[in-house]
């Protein structure tokens, strides 16, 4: 799966939370200023080339599809990090996360009695 910039991250977070969409339905949802058209389109034909999207076509309209789930790029991402930032090493992660955010030892817990019902799951 390729990486993606921050302009093709932002239009592809659109197509997740939105679902199939045509560009102008993007573009509707979009606060003003609304960027051009000719702008979207560039950037969901990069993300089909990607192998991110998908498209049904409709006369000279396409419908772009998302090819997989959020989830799926969340998870290489997050994998990438881990690997360029914190030696391989989920557990530095976490530890970097907590000093950092001042995680308390009750979020702490909580957090790990989730984890433990999700194994367990």
């Given at each position: 799966?390729?990486?993606?910039?921050?302009?093709?991250?932002?239009?592809?977070?659109?197509?997740?939370?939105?679902?199939?969409?045509?560009?102008?339905?993007?573009?509707?949802?979009?606060?003003?200023?609304?960027?051009?058209?000719?702008?979207?389109?560039?950037?969901?034909?990069?993300?089909?080339?990607?192998?991110?999207?998908?498209?049904?076509?409709?006369?000279?309209?396409?419908?772009?599809?998302?090819?997989?789930?959020?989830?799926?790029?969340?998870?290489?991402?997050?994998k990438e990090v881990?690997?360029?930032?914190?030696?391989?090493?989920?557990?530095?992660?976490?530890?970097?996360?907590?000093?950092?955010?001042?995680?308390?030892?009750?979020?702490?817990?909580?957090?790990?009695?989730?984890?433990?019902?999700?194994?367990?799951?």
């Amino acid at each position: 799966m390729k990486k993606l910039t921050k302009a093709e991250e932002e239009i592809m977070q659109m197509f997740w939370a939105h679902g199939p969409a045509l560009v102008s339905e993007l573009i509707d949802s979009m606060a003003d200023p609304k960027p051009p058209h000719s702008s979207i389109s560039s950037i969901a034909r990069i993300l089909e080339r990607k192998g991110f999207l998908r498209h049904i076509a409709y006369g000279k309209t396409y419908q772009y599809i998302p090819v997989f789930e959020k989830e799926e790029y969340s998870k290489m991402t997050v994998k990438e990090v881990i690997k360029n930032y914190f030696e391989g090493s989920p557990q530095s992660l976490v530890s970097f996360l907590v000093k950092k955010e001042n995680v308390d030892i009750d979020e702490l817990r909580q957090l790990l009695n989730n984890l433990e019902n999700d194994l367990v799951s």
